[in-house]
T-cell receptor, first 109, second 112 residues
Framework: AQRVTQPEKLLSVFKGAPVELKCNYS??????LFWYVQYSRQRLQLLLR??SRESIKGFTADLNKGETSFHLKKPFAQEEDSAMYYC???????????FGTGTQLKVEL | DGGITQSPKYLFRKEGQNVTLSCEQN?????MYWYRQDPGQGLRLIYY???????QKGDIAEGYSVSREKKESFPLTVTSAQKNPTAFYLC???????????FGEGSRLTVL
């Protein structure tokens, strides 16, 4: 079975500091990986997917197959980045997404 | 206004009662999903359906049932067999084969 691991439940950084939210996956094939975000009082929504190789709201994520990682990074954290972030993996057939346990990012002034 | 609508937002039920959560989408998506969100456990897949009149069990299907009689609707029934039903339930839909998941606002079920 696929597994997505987010080791940090809570990550607290100061405004302007770099951010790295960790994600590791277990799927041995070629997974599609995503980051979803849930801001306070809003729906869970897609932030970015590795296949598009975009930078969204200053965030980037690079797929590292050797380390089976898909860490989310941003060079300078903003207060509005405070949210719950979920890493997710699509693979293994069935068109179903497996989510990690999430990391709460808190950006302090 | 396109999107996914879940109802009710809040629901209380007594032990031993079944309850049905509604999920409707007007995005014309074929695939629909039900997830359960618990603190510290992330989102866990309950059931999913890739096409009308077909659905598959997810990772935690025990104590739940679904139907998919119409493309736009995917109701979830939490039965009395579910041992720990108090949770936040999220419905989502997507286009086939790995499209972006669109989520509803969720339904919070509390069993008294």
């Amino acid at each position: 079975a696929q597994r997505v691991t987010q080791p940090e439940k809570l990550l607290s950084v100061f405004k302007g500091a770099p951010v790295e939210l960790k994600c590791n996956y277990s799927y041995s094939g070629s997974p599609e990986l995503f980051w979803y975000v849930q801001y306070s009082r809003q729906r869970l929504q897609l932030l970015l997917r590795h296949i598009s190789r975009e930078s969204i709201k200053g965030f980037t994520a690079d797929l590292n197959k050797g380390e089976t990682s898909f860490h989310l990074k941003k060079p300078f954290a903003q207060e509005e980045d405070s949210a719950m972030y979920y890493c997710a993996s699509l693979g293994g057939g069935g068109n179903k997404l497996t989510f990690g346990t999430g990391t709460q990012l808190k950006v302090e002034l | 206004d396109g999107g996914i609508t879940q109802s009710p937002k809040y629901l209380f039920r007594k032990e031993g009662q079944n309850v049905t959560l509604s999920c409707e989408q007007n995005l014309n998506h074929d695939a629909m999903y039900w997830y359960r969100q618990d603190p510290g456990q992330g989102l866990r897949l309950i059931y999913y359906s890739q096409i009308v009149n077909d659905f598959q069990k997810g990772d935690i299907a025990e104590g739940y049932s679904v139907s998919r009689e119409k493309k736009e609707s995917f109701p979830l029934t939490v039965t009395s067999a579910q041992k720990n039903p108090t949770a936040f339930y999220l419905c989502a839909s997507t286009e086939p084969f790995g499209g972006e998941l669109f989520f509803g606002e969720g339904s919070r079920l509390t069993v008294l």
